[in-house]
């Protein structure tokens, strides 16, 4: 038991250390309005649960999403992100602070970046559920479960810490835009669906 929970504990700190870098910026957000700490938790537990489901699925045999199309999930953290910049742009002019907020994302906006960027982890849980014990698996998905809480507690402290806000209180604005624009540019191109979909209109 204690090796499973071990294993666990590496599995998902490998597959999730990009996350704590969104949920920094999704809670750096929130200290300015939006989304609230409560839509980015449950939208973190949403998004994850789903992606632990879809893995057990295929673990057992059964394809809820061809491979070729997972990388399209890139589009969901992109579009927020180039909305959010048009948005900080068109305000730009302005001194309020709402031109930092990430309006487009709630509790079902968290859940979509979640499941967007944890996509390639359900290539790595599918083959361990797997090949694991019935009893293995429901331990690895609880100590998944506590760990996103701790995920989301170490994102909260480094977010609304008072020295991290201070000094990323000037590049905010870009920052916030910028790290969803880049994750859904990263998925697309890591998945190889912008080379797909160019062969195809080719």
Same mark, same amino acid.
């Not at 809670?27 to 989304?35: D, I, Q």
């Not at 394809?63 to 959010?84: A, M, N, Q, R, S």
């Given at each position: 038991?204690?090796?499973?929970?071990?294993?666990?504990?590496?599995?998902?700190?490998?597959?999730?250390?990009?996350?704590?870098?969104?949920?920094?910026?999704?809670?750096?957000?929130?200290?300015?309005?939006?989304?609230?700490?409560?839509?980015?938790?449950?939208?973190?537990?949403?998004?994850?649960?789903?992606?632990?489901?879809?893995?057990?699925?295929?673990?057992?045999?059964?394809?809820?999403v061809p491979d070729e199309w997972v990388g399209f999930l890139g589009l969901i953290?992109?579009?927020?992100?180039?909305?959010?910049?048009?948005?900080g742009l068109r305000r730009n002019s302005d001194d309020d602070d709402d031109d930092?907020?990430?309006?487009?994302?709630?509790?079902?906006?968290?859940?979509?970046?979640?499941?967007?960027?944890?996509?390639?982890?359900?290539?790595?849980?599918?083959?361990?559920?797997?090949?694991?014990?019935?009893?293995?698996?429901?331990?690895?998905?609880?100590?998944?479960?506590?760990?996103? *809480? #701790?995920?989301?507690?170490? @994102?909260?402290? =480094?977010?609304?810490?008072?020295? %991290?806000?201070?000094? &990323?209180?000037? $590049?905010?604005?870009?920052?916030?835009? *910028? #790290?969803?624009?880049?994750? @859904?540019?990263? =998925?697309?191109?890591?998945?190889? %669906?912008?080379?797909? &979909?160019?062969? $195809?209109?080719?």
């Amino acid at each position: 038991m204690l090796a499973t929970i071990g294993s666990a504990i590496g599995l998902f700190a490998a597959t999730n250390i990009d996350d704590i870098v969104v949920l920094t910026v999704l809670f750096l957000a929130s200290s300015r309005g939006k989304p609230r700490p409560w839509q980015i938790v449950a939208g973190q537990y949403l998004g994850f649960i789903t992606l632990v489901v879809i893995s057990v699925i295929a673990a057992l045999g059964l394809t809820i999403v061809p491979d070729e199309w997972v990388g399209f999930l890139g589009l969901i953290p992109l579009g927020i992100g180039i909305w959010t910049l048009i948005r900080g742009l068109r305000r730009n002019s302005d001194d309020d602070d709402d031109d930092s907020k990430i309006t487009a994302v709630g509790l079902w906006g968290v859940a979509g970046i979640t499941i967007a960027n944890g996509a390639d982890n359900i290539s790595l849980y599918t083959p361990i559920f797997r090949t694991s014990a019935l009893s293995d698996v429901a331990i690895m998905i609880v100590v998944f479960l506590i760990l996103v *809480a #701790v995920w989301c507690a170490a @994102g909260r402290l =480094i977010g609304t810490n008072k020295a %991290v806000t201070e000094g &990323l209180e000037r $590049v905010e604005h870009w920052l916030v835009p *910028a #790290v969803f624009i880049g994750l @859904g540019l990263f =998925i697309l191109i890591e998945s190889g %669906v912008i080379v797909r &979909l160019i062969e $195809v209109l080719a």
